[in-house]
């Protein structure tokens, strides 16, 4: 009985320890979209504040900056930002929202983004997220080559090196055709990508784009 105690408590360490490690969000807020000011009542236009629905964030339509995002209704053709709740649009890939970025249809000529400007954690080594599709990330204007850690049938979950970046100050920008959500920091590294990752990855962005292809 003491052995089997013994290799219990090994294995538990080992389990605990082989867990990626959340770190603090630095001073970023509402990175899982799940805090609106509620109610969310949209306007003839079907949008509502950008400030009401996603707390913490600035839209952006190309390069000119967005007050306004869609509530569970998606745009027809024009570029456009929208946040999900229980509709039948999109998947919602963790809690209650998550968001659209849509680009103009046909062709991609306009691109939406958000973003919003914060301090990282001093620990932060991975940016790590849920996405549809693979969005482009940046921080302070500075790419994040991107891996993909693992997918499930809805959604592949991205991870990024921010070890650069972590303490600085500066824009966490999401931009380009994808559903997003569940956006964390993590103290763990972000490993080295294989070939069946890199495959995965691949798959992943020809389903995207052929999915892009039947919306148009």
């Known amino acids: 009985m003491k052995t089997n105690a013994i290799h219990l408590t090994l294995t538990l360490a080992l389990l605990l320890a082989t867990q990626p490690r959340a770190s603090s969000q630095g001073s970023f807020v509402n ?23 996603m707390p913490g964030w600035m839209g952006y339509i190309g390069a000119n900056p967005t007050d306004r995002v869609a509530y ?3 745009s027809l053709g024009a570029a456009a930002i929208s946040i999900h709740d229980t509709n039948k649009y999109i998947p919602i890939l963790q809690g209650t929202y998550s968001v659209f970025l849509q680009v103009s249809l ?35 204007g500075q790419p994040i080559p991107l891996s993909l850690l693992g997918s499930t049938p809805t959604y592949g ?27 964390t920091f993590s103290s763990q590294a972000i490993p ?25």
């Open 31 to 53: 990175l899982d979209f799940e805090n609106p000011i509620l109610p969310l009542i949209p306007g003839a236009d079907g949008r509502v504040s950008i400030a009401d629905a």
């Open 72 to 74: 569970d209704t998606i």
């Open 106 to 140: 046909p062709g991609g000529a306009v691109v939406p983004a958000i973003g919003q400007v914060g301090t990282l954690p001093s620990d932060a080594r991975s940016l790590r997220f849920y996405a549809q599709g693979v969005p482009n990330v940046s921080f302070a």
């Open 157 to 183: 979950i991205f991870g990024g090196d921010v070890t650069a970046f972590a303490n600085q100050t500066g824009e966490l920008l999401f931009s380009g055709y994808a559903v997003i959500d569940n956006i």
């Open 192 to 216: 080295e990508p294989s070939v069946p990752g890199l495959s995965a990855l691949g798959a992943l962005l020809l389903g995207w784009s052929f999915v892009r292809k039947r919306r148009q």
